[in-house]
């Protein structure tokens, strides 16, 4: 009956993995605004907060959360120095180096169907597609040398450097030869384009494919043949 006991217990955490790990793969974070709860204060549940100290890591209660550790490229911009790094029931081995910080995502699932319980899941998978090289735009006037909770706090994540993107879309100066009312719409045109870009990346919430989700479906039937198989040998 042990056995049978732990076999079972077994397919239940693959299947539970499986969740997590398929629903990471494809959800893409870029453009994704995390809401920031706090600096420096111990993770809480469905909370999102930023560690800037070495010494607070072990009471920082990152267990499980969603750990990425972020080196400093500019006031408020900051590039993952890893790929983020999902909790396992222990304190995380994090040495910071000068300029770094930890950003941590918790909620207590990966199913988006729980979000009205668990408001907090879209940060978590966000948060755990954060791959190495990717930037964080902290916003809404987060300041990292007070300790406490946070009012409308934000990082953004984006694949490339915000910087560059900015300069990039920047306007150009009208022909001489135009109105003054032509270059008035050339210069508008861009800012309302830049605006809806920026709602609609606001809003995104991440999706799961059909790949994804047939690979879960195959993977638990498969352990529930072998849970099925074990009891009636026991039997």
């Known amino acids: 009956m042990k056995k049978t006991l732990s076999v079972l217990l077994a397919a239940l955490l693959l299947c539970s993995l499986c969740v997590i790990f398929a629903a990471a793969e494809d959800v893409n974070p870029d453009g994704y605004a995390f809401n920031i709860d706090s600096v420096n204060v111990a993770v809480a549940g469905e909370k999102t907060t930023i560690i800037t100290k070495q010494d607070l890591i072990p009471t920082a209660n990152m267990k499980w959360s969603v750990n990425i550790v972020l080196d400093k490229v500019a006031d408020g911009l900051y590039k993952a120095a890893g790929d983020a790094v999902p909790g396992s029931g222990s304190d995380p081995d994090i040495t ?20 009205d319980e668990y408001p907090n899941v879209y940060g978590k998978l966000n948060a755990m597609a954060i791959k190495a090289g990717m930037y964080i735009q902290l916003g809404g006037g987060i300041d990292l040398t007070v300790d406490g909770v946070v009012k409308n706090g934000t990082a953004t994540c984006t694949v490339e450097d915000p910087r560059t993107a900015d300069t990039s879309t920047g306007t150009s100066e009208a022909e001489p030869s135009e109105t003054e009312s032509s270059a008035a719409e050339s210069t508008e045109a861009p800012v309302s384009s830049t605006a809806a870009s920026s709602a609609a990346e606001s809003s995104k919430t991440p999706e799961t494919s059909d790949a994804g989700i047939t690979a879960l479906i195959v993977v638990a039937l498969a352990a529930l043949a072998v849970t099925v198989t074990v009891i009636r040998k026991r039997s």
């Not at 180096?97 to 990966?110: C, D, M, N, Y």
């Open 96 to 115: 910071l180096k000068e300029g770094q910080i930890i950003l941590a995502v918790h909620s207590s699932t990966s199913d988006p169907a729980q979000i």
